[in-house]
């Protein structure tokens, strides 16, 4: 599967075999990735494995990845200021666009402030352990995203998981622990990345004032989808209650690297507290004018918006005519449901066979009995796309016996 170099170096044998029979161990549990190779840009169709496939695996919404004016966005500030940004941003400072593209990621999360980090998982594995300390608790959603997983186990704070957007449940939690610590963050995933379903802010944010709670929102997955592109605290229309709205440019957003909005003084801690901003080098000057071209775009043109959406509930409402189970999805998320391990992967080597690209999803990533095909609508996708992409699905859904 992967290329072996042949240098003819070799580490101590007894390292080698630790790692060769865990290696097989996941082997046998079905836990390894197989790596597709794309030979050209990501969009809604893409050469992949020297294919022609319709792309139903990617995070690219709103067909950003590839857009012209990102990458002469990019060419632009790469002739400019180069290419690499030399050390940490703290230390080496950052080119003089960053502060241009932290006004707009202000504007786009509707904050005093925003603030760019190398990744989005960066900015939940720097930003959680900062803003909390001993004393505090903080409130999880049981299928938040591992980012914010492993925020949380670095910080010295308290973990208490809720159950999946269980309002009754964070209420009882909330009741347990109010008045026993210091500060309570809630933090939840504003789209949830395996279902497709939205948390419910509004209730949240109601929740938070009545317990004097914080709200993190990491809105990975609902920018540029929800919200008229300004993500779910804008669809509920909470943006103001919301204290730390986290996200990044890797999804809808088409590029690369994370970032945060909040009050001022909030960013400006952050910023000098988080150490995945302090220690980690940030992204070449050249993908910050791409991300600040890719917020421009996302919020003026709508519609884009609009298509990814026309697409999404086109894509949905013929799964669900044909009898597949979609879950709870209200998102371009739109799984399909198999419940079995086995079938999951089938199916998913049936789609590409018939040039759909799909990953299965099984355990430990969602629930045993949940297995699934996550598929992705793109706002690039045609018609066409969309009903081979279904086509196909029937073909197999019916072999299978799911439909
Ligand atoms: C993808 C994702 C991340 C990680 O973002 P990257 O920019 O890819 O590191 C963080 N949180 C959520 C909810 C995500 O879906």
């Not at 590839?66 to 290419?83: F, Q, T, V």
């Amino acid at each position: 599967m992967y290329i072996l170099y042949g240098v003819g170096f070799m580490g101590k044998t007894w390292v080698k075999e630790i790692y060769a029979k865990k290696l097989q161990e996941m082997i046998e549990r079905g836990e390894i990735w197989e790596i597709r190779r794309l030979n050209g840009p990501t969009g809604p169709r893409a050469l992949v494995n020297g294919r022609e496939m319709i792309i139903l695996s990617s995070n690219n919404y709103l067909n950003l990845a590839n857009d012209p004016r990102l990458k002469k966005a990019a060419i632009e500030a790469m002739e400019k200021y180069g290419w690499g940004p030399g050390a940490v941003w703290a230390i080496a400072g950052y080119h003089e666009l960053l502060d241009e593209l932290h006004r707009k990621i202000a504007e786009f999360k509707r904050t005093e402030a925003g603030l760019v980090f190398p990744t989005g998982f960066a900015v939940n594995a720097g930003t959680i352990p900062a803003i909390t300390e001993q004393g505090d608790v903080i409130l999880s959603d049981e299928l938040n995203h591992g980012s914010i997983i492993d925020g949380i186990r670095l910080s010295r704070a308290e973990k208490i998981v809720y159950k999946h957007c269980d309002m009754s449940d964070l209420e009882d939690k909330l009741r347990q622990v109010h008045g026993k610590y210091n500060k309570i963050l809630i933090v939840t995933d504003g789209v949830f990345s395996m279902d497709g379903d939205i948390a419910p802010l509004d209730k949240i944010v109601k929740l938070a004032r009545e317990f004097n709670a914080m709200v993190y929102v990491d809105d990975a997955h609902g920018e540029g989808v929800l919200g008229d592109g300004h993500g779910s605290p804008a669809h509920f229309g909470v943006d103001d209650e919301v204290d730390f709205h986290v996200g990044t440019f890797s999804k809808a957003l088409g590029s690369s690297g994370g970032m945060i909005g909040g009050d001022y003084e909030v960013i400006e801690f952050i910023r000098n507290k988080a150490r995945t901003w302090l220690l980690s080098t940030g992204f070449p000057p050249a993908v910050a004018a791409a991300n600040l071209k890719s917020l421009e775009i996302v919020m003026t043109e709508k519609d884009r918006i609009r298509r990814l959406w026309d697409n999404r509930n086109y894509f949905k409402k013929r799964l669900d005519e044909m009898g597949f189970n979609t879950g709870k999805s209200q998102t371009p998320i739109v799984p399909v449901i198999v419940g079995d391990t086995k079938k999951a992967r089938e199916l998913a080597r049936m789609l590409w066979d018939e040039g759909i690209f799909v990953v299965p999803i099984v355990y430990p990533m969602v629930a045993r009995g949940t297995e699934r095909i996550r598929n992705q609508v793109n706002a690039g996708h045609t018609k066409e796309d969309l009903d081979k992409a279904l086509a196909a699905y029937e073909k197999a859904g019916k072999k299978l016996g799911l439909i």
